[in-house]
């Protein structure tokens, strides 16, 4: 067990999944979604945690607060799933938890998926260069190639995946505070359809 502490938050305990319940995954999954605590949700977030190379979870005061998992491949660290639950969001447990990722595989790039323009944000303030952005889209000439490396161990599209979620990921569309990042945001991904944003981005 180690510590992190973070302004706002306290003192925060951190570990390795070893010991994280099924049970307490899919509760802040439920949580962070917004979502019924289902069976299917639980098959879905105990196939995330097998698939994980390697993860965190986090409590504060005996609280449980969530998980984040990664997977790793050479220099690419790319998120496997990240679940906070709401009472912890806001704090910055995210981008420590990506900081503690890229030390331990020691990674020069960051990926991963999602429909959250506040997810979008926590990369593009880690990275030097981040993608995508609101002045140049998806093009990055200094991350294209890994662009395509994350977008093909994924098996989505190096953009924008149409519909890949099926539906909604959120029982609650996550918005931006920034109206601008919003309205940006929303002509990237179509929330209702299920859209897939690939976020890729240079430490």
């Given at each position: 067990m180690q510590l992190l502490n973070l302004r706002g938050l306290g003192v925060v305990e951190y570990s390795s999944i070893?010991?994280?319940?099924?049970?307490?995954?899919?509760?802040a999954a439920a949580e962070g979604f917004i979502r019924p605590y289902t069976k299917d949700l639980k098959d879905d977030v105990d196939n995330h945690l097998r698939l994980a190379k390697f993860g965190f979870q986090f409590h504060c005061r005996g609280e449980f607060l969530g998980f984040t998992l990664?997977?790793?491949?050479?220099?690419?660290?790319?998120?496997?799933g990240m679940q906070i639950r709401p009472v912890a969001q806001g704090f910055g447990l995210v981008k420590q938890a990506i900081l503690l990722a890229k030390e331990r595989a020691n990674a020069k790039f960051l990926a991963y998926k999602t429909q959250n323009p506040r997810m979008w944000q926590v990369g593009e303030r880690l990275c030097s260069a981040w993608t995508p952005t609101l002045e140049y889209g998806f093009v990055n000439k200094d991350i294209n190639a890994v662009r395509n490396r994350a977008a093909e161990f994924y098996g989505v599209k190096p953009t924008v995946t149409s519909g890949f979620y099926g539906q909604a990921l959120y029982g609650k569309?996550?918005?931006?505070?920034?109206?601008q990042?919003?309205?940006?945001?929303?002509?990237?991904?179509?929330?209702?359809?299920?859209?897939?944003v690939l976020c890729v981005g240079k430490f």
């Open positions: 070893g010991t994280l319940t099924l049970e307490n995954a899919t509760l990664f997977q790793y491949q050479e220099d690419l660290l790319m998120g496997a569309k996550p918005t931006h505070w920034d109206g990042i919003q309205e940006w945001w929303d002509s990237v991904c179509n929330f209702e359809q299920g859209d897939s």
